[in-house]
């Protein structure tokens, strides 16, 4: 059993762990090695294909089946369009932490998705979006800037440093989506709780992070979609597809330092729009590989590790009773997560 790397019987009753006998207990698996359920830290059942809302929040339920049956049993929503908080105790749902609706300025990022704003009114809607979520509200920190045919911050530095204080006293936490290098700056040093994909951080920036114990969800299969990015806005925005492409080359060593900093570092697909869903394990083995985080720690930021952050407890007494069984050691052959051998979500066996 992992993290402990002990050989021990677990027991389950109802939804939680005991490591106490019951007797008369059901054997749904007889040796492997078992991890705590996955985790997700940024996905976005709300949101299909192609970057638009989803239609409804049987769709919604959809997409977080496809993630469940990978072996991902706990979801972190980073941005939803529509309301599915009916989903919060459907048991054959993983475990969700919502984040509320996207906080962004008007037409500057993708249509339909966001709650755009002026600049006056960003403190007022974080805090409006941290009653929707259940413990953290998403800012969008910067995108695309037409005047300046180039990345930008979404407002200005000191009124986004406002909006985070202010949802942070309302009792959120403030994950924050930046791309460039001017917004990540100014927002790590406003002490947003984390940074979600995170290209333009520099070393400095990552210092700060590790002294303020700041998380990175780099989502490192969307840093991949660069290039592609990069290719339809090559014609009216140059530097921008510039930008983009040195962003996605640089990223793995950006990745690299803050693991070798000690930033707290967990997986996050960005499925959702041009990610499918599903894929937390393979963003685990970028990590991997090409970050050069060891097998143990990718294990750690997609499943104990990342559950003890969103507070969802993990194979200990009393513990959630959410776990996955693989036939291998997955510390040993890391792509054994891709293929779990036993799904146990909420104490029922999925398969």
């Known amino acids: 059993m992992l993290p402990d790397d002990e050989v021990r019987d677990l027991w389950l009753v109802g939804d939680r762990v005991t490591l106490s006998p019951m007797p008369g207990a059901e054997t749904v698996a007889s040796g492997g090695f078992i991890l705590p359920g996955l985790v997700d830290a940024h ?3 709300g949101v299909a294909d192609g970057g638009v809302p989803v239609e409804s929040v049987a769709q919604a339920k959809e997409l977080a089946l496809i993630d469940r049956d990978a072996g991902v049993l706990a979801l972190r929503d980073a941005g ?3 309301d599915y908080r009916v989903l919060d105790d459907d048991p054959d749902v993983p475990r969700l932490i919502r984040a509320g609706r996207h906080v962004s300025p008007p037409k500057r990022y993708l249509r339909g998705l966001a709650a755009e704003v002026g600049e006056a009114e960003v403190v007022a809607e974080l805090v409006r979006q941290a009653t929707r979520g259940t413990g953290w509200v998403k800012l969008v920190g910067d995108w695309l800037d037409r005047d300046r045919a180039d990345l930008g911050p979404a407002w200005d530095p000191a009124v986004m440093a ?3 204080r202010a949802a942070q006293a309302a009792g959120a936490r403030v994950a924050v989506h930046t791309f460039g290098e001017e917004a990540v700056s100014a927002l790590v040093r406003a002490g947003v709780d984390s940074v979600e994909h995170g290209s333009g951080l520099n070393d400095d920036d990552i210092a700060e992070m590790g002294r303020r114990g700041t998380a990175l969800v780099p989502t490192m299969i969307n840093i991949l979609t660069f290039g592609s990015i990069a ?3 090559e014609g ?4 921008y597809a510039r930008h983009m492409r040195d962003l996605q080359a640089g990223f793995p060593a950006v990745v690299r330092h803050a693991y070798e900093a000690g930033v707290p570092i967990y997986v996050g697909s960005d499925a959702g729009g041009g990610i499918s869903h599903g894929l937390a394990a393979r963003e685990m083995l970028l990590l991997h590989e090409s970050a050069g985080m060891s097998a143990l720690d990718a294990l750690a930021a997609g499943s104990w590790r990342a559950r003890e952050w969103l ?3 993990g194979l200990v007494e009393g513990g959630a009773a959410d776990l996955v069984v693989y036939e291998a050691d997955p ?5 054994t997560v891709l293929s779990p051998q036993r799904i146990v979500l909420k104490g029922r066996v999925i398969r």
Not at 331 to 335: C, I, K, P, S, V
Request: contains cysteine.
């Open 80 to 82: 939803s369009p529509i």
């Open 231 to 233: 290719a339809q806005a």
């Open 162 to 164: 406002a909006a985070v």
């Open 331 to 335: 510390r040993q052959h890391l792509a």
């Open 311 to 313: 507070g969802l407890p």
């Open 43 to 45: 996905c976005h059942i």
């Open 236 to 239: 009216k925005f140059p530097a």
